[in-house]
Every structure is written in structure tokens, then in C-alpha cells.
């Protein structure tokens, strides 16, 4: 168990819908990052926060969103959904943005249809 | 990012060494070497990492090359719970004090035969 909660585990919606993804950090992990792992894509660095704050963007599209709460939990948010957008997303966490350790969660399964 | 190429897969039998290459010829000199794998159905989980001398801990080593153009992960006696895809990564220092991504290639898929 790495500590970071993510939920919900799975997720089946249709296209065009808007979901949110949700991600508990380890107690005391100031740094939040989401990732989209696709069977053609591999894993893709999407977005970090770090103590509330943006702090490096990836491959995230702009129908997607993210923020990070002042308890530190974190939500990506995805709208229009498009069949495409299917993929396991991972939220990780470490101590802060000096940390070089990550901890990885378990992942939410997103299946679009 | 600093690219960094490994074989796309490898296999290997249970209770014997495991070396895993990494290459990455155009690391800089503020460039740390991690090493993250992730499990069949799992979120990545870390290995190990380092900047320019051998590394050491309970679940592998890390060699460094001379140059740090290359580096080995080595797993000293394989089980089939080592059985995943094995990435190596760059990461800047510099990059470590304000953004901080973890940017992913294709890793190896290390098979381990009982």
C-alpha cells in the first residue's frame, strides 16, 4: 500500500459526460501529479500541483482540469469525454517539490462508451 | 527531457541475477538516474535512484557508468514477483527544486520463467 488513495477505482460513463477523478496524497506529501496510462500511449505526464499551486503542465488537453485542495487532496476533472479518453489515470505524491520519490495509487479505470 | 532507450523486453529465470540496461548518451551533468517499475495492474512504484556513484537498497543496485551514459538496474536474485515493466528515467536537479515531472518511455518488460 504507497499511501495515496484514489478513487473511484472504476469508472464507465458515456461520451460527451463529465467525470472527476479524485486523489488522497500520502499524509504529509505537499506534491500531487496525475498521469494517463493508454495501451498505445504508455504512461503520460498530465499535470502537478504543489501545495495548492500549478507546477508543471504535460500532455494534459484543455477539455481536461485539475486543482488541488488546501487539505491537499487533488481532482482531475475531464469533460466532453470522447472514447479516446479511456485509460487507467494515476495520481502520485511525494514530500514536496524537492522530493524525489514518487508514490503512485492504484488508479482509476475510465472506460468511455 | 533527456531521452533515455532500454530494451524493449527481457527474460530471465527465477533466483538468478537480473541486469536491466538503461543508455542514455545526452544525460546532463544535473541529471539523476531513477528507476521506477510497475506491476501487472498496478501504479508504478519506485526502485531506486542516483547521481554518479553505485547505489544500494533492499529491493535492487544501481551501476553507473563512468560517464553516466549508461547505467544497469540489478535485481541479485529474481523472483516472479519481479515480473513487471521496468522504466528508467531522468531527472534534473535543477528541475527538482521547482517543476517536477516524471516523464516515462516504454521501459523493459522483464519476464521471469520459474
Known amino acids: 500500500d504507497s499511501g495515496v488513495t484514489q478513487t473511484p477505482k472504476h469508472l464507465i460513463t458515456a461520451t460527451g459526460q463529465r467525470v472527476t477523478l479524485r486523489c488522497s496524497p500520502r499524509s504529509g506529501d505537499l506534491s500531487v501529479y496525475w498521469y494517463q496510462q493508454s495501451l498505445d500511449q504508455g504512461l503520460q505526464f498530465l499535470i502537478q500541483y504543489y501545495n495548492g499551486e500549478e507546477r508543471a503542465k504535460g500532455n494534459i488537453l484543455e477539455r481536461f482540469s485539475a486543482q488541488q485542495f488546501p487539505d491537499l487532496h487533488s481532482e482531475l476533472n475531464l469533460s466532453s469525454l470522447e472514447l479516446g479518453d479511456s485509460a487507467l489515470y494515476f495520481c502520485?505524491?511525494?514530500?514536496?517539490?524537492?522530493?524525489?520519490?514518487?508514490?503512485f495509487g492504484q488508479g482509476t479505470r475510465l472506460t468511455v462508451v | 527531457d533527456a531521452k533515455t532507450t532500454q530494451p524493449n523486453s527481457m527474460e530471465s529465470n527465477e533466483e538468478e541475477p537480473v541486469h536491466l540496461p538503461c543508455n542514455h548518451s545526452?544525460?546532463?551533468?544535473?541529471?539523476?538516474i531513477h528507476w521506477y517499475r510497475q506491476l501487472p495492474s498496478q501504479g508504478p512504484e519506485y526502485v531506486i535512484h542516483?547521481?554518479?556513484s553505485n547505489v544500494n537498497n533492499r529491493m535492487a543496485s544501481l551501476a553507473i557508468a563512468e560517464d553516466r551514459k549508461s547505467s544497469t538496474l540489478i535485481l541479485h536474485r529474481a523472483t516472479l514477483r519481479d515480473a513487471a515493466v521496468y522504466y528508467c528515467i531522468l531527472r534534473d536537479l535543477r528541475m527538482i527544486q521547482g517543476a517536477q515531472k516524471l516523464v516515462f518511455g516504454q521501459g523493459t518488460r522483464l519476464t521471469i520463467n520459474p
Open positions: 502520485a505524491s511525494s514530500v514536496g517539490a524537492g522530493g524525489t520519490e514518487a508514490f
Open positions: 545526452t544525460i546532463s551533468g544535473t541529471d539523476y
Open positions: 542516483g547521481l554518479t
